[in-house]
Nanobody, 120 residues
Framework: QLQPVESGGGLVQPGGSLTLSCTAS????????MGWFRQAPGKEREGVSC????????KYADSVKGRFSISRDNAKNMVYLQMSSLKPEDTAMYYC?????????????WGQGTQVTVSS
């Protein structure tokens, strides 16, 4: 069963950048479309980005287009989310999971998540 492990969160000032990482033990992420989701306090969890298994197709939420970039290194069993021009409204717990690249529906279990806080 795919159980993601996220890392890389932290406190960053508005306008700053941060890169999140995701991996999984005993599961080959290259077999899955993988993506990122987030949940801000008091809000529902939302899809941020999703990428097909070989990276040929990506999808982004409108709120992060042009600022966030998803990538993957299948040789290292890693998925990344590069975030730039961060805004306070990007503050949330970020989660990695397998996803449907058309609907951005989450398809695997949630990991523990990694907290991103954008604040001056």
């Amino acid at each position: 069963q795919l159980q993601p492990v996220e890392s890389g969160g932290g406190l960053v000032q508005p306008g700053g950048s941060l890169t999140l990482s995701c991996t999984a033990s005993s599961v080959t992420l290259a077999n899955y479309a993988m993506g990122w989701f987030r949940q801000a306090p008091g809000k529902e969890r939302e899809g941020v980005s999703c990428m097909t298994s070989r990276g040929g197709v990506t999808k982004y939420a409108d709120s992060v287009k042009g600022r966030f970039s998803i990538s993957r290194d299948n040789a290292k069993n890693m998925v990344y989310l590069q975030m730039s021009s961060l805004k306070p409204e990007d503050t949330a717990m970020y989660y990695c999971a397998s996803c449907n690249v058309v609907t951005m529906e989450r398809l695997s279990s949630w990991g523990q998540g990694t907290q991103v806080t954008v604040s001056s």
